[in-house]
């Protein structure tokens, strides 16, 4: 291909990219994917250490669910979820309820994690407010938490930088702490009783949190801490959500994250994996009880959609990429490799001064990067902000990478890579991530 930069890019307008890097033509333009890696325009090979943005659960290149995709276009390209349905969203709807813990039961379909947080907090709403409870509307999450950028999902995202510049626009969500260093399940999760009990129990509606939050860097979070969770949201009639929408659909090693923290949510919200990528889809998970409470209630609906929510092609990409990924055993994989990916990373820790700290699982991982970790000595916030801007991108492309920079809490690469990746593909991350590692040392050598 070959493009004719940086005049080719300037008709578009790229999500969250600094305007320096899209007009000095430093952004990769990657024209081809095949399993774990990825090509870009002038032929170079990238190993794909994010699954694309936590998405390529089943790797590039499957013309199995390409010709799903085709197959669905040319049978009925499209008809509405409003009043109606069809085949591929029935089943889908069945196929993702049957793998989903507990009663999560009933599935209202969307196209993106942002569409899923949003529809999650009104679904919440009209919930209460069918139940005779119209005051709870109030919404408690945590700090460093990215939940998206439509408006509702902005305001329960938990990251300053990016809420300052809509700060008049959103509403008042309520923020706790983040599981970040906490070593007591228990004691972490009750700083949401704390708020609820200040905020007044009959004006909160809903708790919204990750199992494994990546804001802040794959906090997996202390044993006990989603079982308060659970506890305090009974005892005040506030529904828990999880927020799924990079933990499911095996990025943990289990078909959902709430899984692995044992505990059942009233929703739980999903997108990027159920399709690896292949077609747009997003979701809410329900418990069928909240459901038939609303939908026997005297309104009766719930009074939201869109024009794509459980579009046929994707609904049938869903089907093909879950059924693949159960046939071909990819959550095995990723069971099976998780404990060599996570020795490895702390190979890297181990043996790198600038490491403070690797955190994470299945796969899905912070480095956690610092000045001197046995000297104490951090990045200040300057430091932090020009290595992961302005170094690590050029670092991680030398290598050969796609793996991401993160300065959401300090700075950090953040690796999630397909969960087809064994043993070979992971060694080639690992190599890549030792020599950015090496050379950001040698920016703040000290
Ligand atoms: C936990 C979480 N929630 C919501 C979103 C928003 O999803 P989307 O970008 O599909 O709107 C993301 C995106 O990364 C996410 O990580």
């Not at 890696?37 to 659960?57: I, S, T």
């Not at 609820?196 to 708790?207: N, Y």
């Not at 000045?371 to 801007?389: A, P, W």
Request: glycine residues 10%; aromatic residues 6%.
């Amino acid at each position: 291909m070959g493009a004719t930069r940086p005049d080719d890019l300037k008709h578009m307008v790229l999500h969250f990219t600094k305007g320096k890097a899209w007009r000095d033509a430093s952004v990769p333009i990657y024209v081809r994917g095949d399993g774990c890696h990825l090509w870009d325009e002038n032929g170079r090979r990238y190993l794909d250490g994010l699954a694309g943005l936590f998405v390529v659960q089943i790797g590039h290149g499957r013309s199995d669910l390409a010709h799903a995709a085709a197959k669905q276009m040319e049978q009925l390209a499209y008809t509405p979820s409003w009043a109606a349905t069809h085949p591929p969203a029935i089943e889908a709807s069945k196929l993702v309820t049957s793998l989903a813990p507990g009663d999560l039961d009933a599935v209202f379909w969307v196209t993106s994690g942002s569409e899923a947080v949003e529809s999650a907090i009104k679904f919440t709403r009209q919930y209460h407010r069918s139940q005779g409870n119209p005051e709870k509307t109030k919404v408690i999450s945590r700090r460093l938490s990215y939940h998206g950028t439509t408006m509702g999902a902005l305001s329960a995202t938990g990251l300053d930088s990016i809420r300052e510049p809509f700060l008049p626009l959103l509403g008042g969500f309520l923020k706790v702490d983040s599981t970040l260093g906490a070593t007591d399940g228990v004691a972490a999760a009750e700083q949401f009783e704390e708020a609820i009990l200040a905020a007044g129990p009959e004006t909160v509606g809903m708790i919204i949190a990750e199992p494994v939050q990546n804001g802040g860097g794959a906090l997996v979070p202390p044993p006990g801490y989603w079982q308060e969770l659970r506890r305090i949201c009974d005892k005040y009639n506030v529904l828990l959500t999880a927020d799924e929408v990079i933990n499911s659909f095996g990025r943990l090693g289990h078909w959902f994250g709430s899984e692995m923290v044992g505990v059942v949510p009233d929703m739980l919200t999903f997108a990027k994996g159920a399709t690896s990528g292949y077609a747009p889809v997003g979701g809410v998970l329900i418990r069928r009880q909240r459901v038939d409470e609303l939908l026997d209630s005297a309104n009766g609906t719930f009074t939201h959609g869109a024009t794509w929510g459980g579009h046929p092609v994707s609904m049938a990409v869903t089907i093909a990429n879950v059924t693949a990924m159960r046939d071909e055993g990819v959550l095995d994989n990723v069971q099976e490799h998780a404990g060599y990916f996570r020795d490895q990373l702390d190979a890297i820790a181990a043996s790198h001064d600038n490491v403070s700290e690797v955190r994470g699982t299945g796969y899905f991982y912070a480095v956690e990067l610092t000045v001197s970790r046995d000297r104490g000595i951090d990045l200040t916030d300057d430091q932090t902000v020009r290595l992961v801007n302005e170094h690590l991108p050029r670092m991680i492309q030398d290598a050969g990478l796609l793996i991401r920079a993160d300065n959401r809490g300090k700075a950090k690469l953040m690796l999630s890579p397909p969960l087809i990746a064994k043993t070979e593909e992971l060694d080639e991350l690992i190599a890549g991530v030792d020599q950015v590692v090496s050379r950001a040392a040698e920016v703040h050598a000290v």
